[in-house]
């Protein structure tokens, strides 16, 4: 496997909290790689130290072959970075930021690559239109854009869809799909469990922590027990009665409840006696296949 990145026991800490404490994993070339987890996981810190913008405090990792403490400008070169906060100028219009961001990466005679981005991006009718005047959807797509004029071998994407409405986060997710047939490494973080099924191989982080790293199919497959999806009401009574009563790992999804149960003949029928013992009432329970989110969830309990 052709790894373009490579991360070992990287550590990052601001004062006495350790954003990122002890990661280690890797990145294939031309994969889509989803760094997922909560705010405050570490996600950004570690972005910023693969980028270079923020040194470790300790371990190594190298983007590229290059190593991200001594051979920072050359990784520079050959990257692109989308940041969580928009960032680009808003008193320029959608060509005049791309050129801008041309002239910072040297590039030459750029015009037919910028007549392709937007094309690609679906801004062409949009590229007299002042930064500022663009909806959600569309700055991030111009930032996008930006980042891409250099052609750079792995993107960086910080949560790029966090705030954009469902239509452009939508399309956003057809850019990537195309990006990946160019050969494009991607690297993202997200905090969103859908998205991350999306990628060809993920990592769970809370608390500085990688708590799983592999493909979304085999992290779902490593769950122990079954997904019991119960219907119920009130469902915030019986989710309390769960909580509090049994050492059962419980999520709840409107008038729905996901359990997960180790000894599912056993299990339930316990269950459903002390609902029902309770006043609750069950309109229906079936199996569900697990969620990455139901994944999560439960190695983030069984972790604290």
Known sequence: MNEVIKIENLKRSYGDIAAVNGVSYSVAKGEMFGLVGPDGAGKTTTIRMLI?????DSGNAEVLGYDIKTQKNKIKNEIGYLSQKFSLYGDLTVDENIEFFADIHGVKNYEGRRNELLEFTRLTPFRDRLADKLSGGMKQKLALACTLIHKPKIIFLDEPTTGVDPVSRRDFWKILSNLLKE???IFMTTPYLDEAERCNKVALMNNGKIISWDTPKNIK????G???EIVCSPSREAYNIIKTK???????????LNVTLQNLNEQYKTLENLLTGNNVEIYDHRIIP???ENVFIYLMSKAS
């Open 221 to 224: 497959e490593s769950l122990k």
């Open 183 to 185: 050969g494009i490494t």
């Open 226 to 228: 079954q997904i019991v």
């Open 52 to 56: 270079g913008l923020i040194s470790p």
């Open 290 to 292: 697990p969620s990455l």
């Open 246 to 256: 049994t050492d059962y790992e419980v999520q709840m999804y409107g008038d729905r």
